[in-house]
């Protein structure tokens, strides 16, 4: 416990020390304080995974604490067979097939380096859609969250202030 507060905070002072980026009037400090975000945030282990994708939109911060105050966490895919597991709950579960939700991976910390939630754990089994990651700036912001579109499961890059659908994922004890 004490080294995951110790890596938690690591990462919550280079979240504060190397982006200043202002997302609307608040910096990622702000956000990240405001919706108590300082959660290891990361699916421990196992085989099977519960998903779930609750009912409200959120930016992708309040995502993140929406699923750790449920006892999950933000979904991350880490293996061709995560894919084929979200992509069969998706079929009997989502909503329009074209729809797109949150997941974990984000590029906060470090630009172009997409790590899931706010562990240091790196998104290495990238997907991105043709032509993304672009980190595009919109009204000042730059898009540093994930979102997955459920029908081809293609990652884009988007603006975490952006209200969407999200999904929780809790492996199965
Ligand atoms: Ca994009």
Not at 11 to 24: D, H, Y
Not at 39 to 60: D, H, Q, R, T, V
Not at 132 to 158: F, K, M, Q
Request: with cysteine.
């Amino acid at each position: 416990m004490f080294l995951l507060t110790i890596a938690v905070l690591a990462l919550f002072g280079v979240l504060k020390n190397s982006n200043a980026e202002i997302l609307g009037n608040q910096t990622v400090r702000d956000i990240l304080l405001k919706n108590k975000c300082l959660c290891p945030c990361g699916a421990s282990s196992g085989l099977w995974k519960n998903f779930l994708i609750p009912y409200s939109e959120a930016n992708w911060f309040e995502a993140v604490s929406y699923c750790s105050e449920i006892g999950m966490s933000i979904l991350q895919i880490s293996s061709k067979y995560d894919n084929k597991d979200l992509q069969d709950w998706l079929n009997e579960n989502g909503e329009e097939s074209a729809a797109s939700y949150w997941i974990g991976a984000n590029d906060l910390a470090t630009s172009g380096v997409y790590r899931w939630g706010l562990t240091n754990k790196r998104a290495s089994l990238t997907q991105w859609a043709s032509g993304e990651p672009n980190s595009a700036t919109i009204r000042g912001e730059i898009e540093h969250c994930v979102e997955i579109r459920a029908d081809t499961l293609e990652w884009n890059d988007s603006l975490c202030s952006k209200q969407l659908k999200f999904i929780c994922e809790k492996f199965v004890e």
